[in-house]
């Protein structure tokens, strides 16, 4: 038991570490000034930099998170909800938890993905010749980032309910079985 708590302790804060990893501000403007525009020129191949680091970087923390998220379903929620049944104890909230878990996890994979085929897109955009097609595909992809930001966040306060479930249960598993008082 200890075991789990300590792994769903380490992955709520690989989760927070990713959620902040992932943050992205959102600007509704979609057109953009002369100065705007040159600026945009003048700084392309930095920009382009910047960004091509972006993505190199969040798709390695993708297939981390990703990677990490899935072991928390299949090694730890899907394993515990199954000795919970076979030894007849009611799984229903765990299971919830789980099913919801696994349906924002879906999400978030297809967000991601939707997020690197804009940012993609902003990145083979010609940004000296095309600098306003440019700042909104960048601020599309930016949007977006803002949606893969949310769904790390509700992964994470998942992990935390299921986490919290967790110890409850295990309270009052041992006041049943050992007559100690919940503490």
Avoid: W
């Amino acid at each position: 038991m200890k075991l789990l708590k300590r792994t769903f302790a380490f992955a709520l804060i690989g989760g927070a570490l990713a959620s902040t990893a992932v943050v992205g501000v959102v600007s509704a403007q979609s057109t953009i000034t002369s100065e705007q525009a040159a600026s945009i020129r003048e700084n392309c191949s930095a920009i382009k930099n910047t960004l091509n680091q972006l993505h190199v970087s969040d798709a390695y923390l993708r297939v981390n998170r990703g990677q990490l998220y899935e072991s928390i379903a299949t090694k730890l929620m899907d394993r515990f909800n199954s000795r919970l049944q076979s030894n007849d104890f009611d799984p229903a909230e765990f299971t919830t938890l789980t099913k919801d878990y696994r349906t924002t996890l879906n999400d978030f994979r297809a967000h991601y993905q939707t997020y690197e085929q804009q940012l993609s897109v902003a990145l083979d955009t010609d940004c000296t010749k095309k600098p306003t097609e440019f700042y909104v595909a960048v601020e599309s992809a930016r949007s977006k980032r803002v949606q893969v930001n949310k769904d790390v966040t509700e992964l994470n306060s998942y992990i935390i309910k299921y986490q919290d479930s967790l110890s409850a249960f295990y309270d009052r598993y041992k006041q049943v079985t050992t007559g100690a008082p919940v503490e």
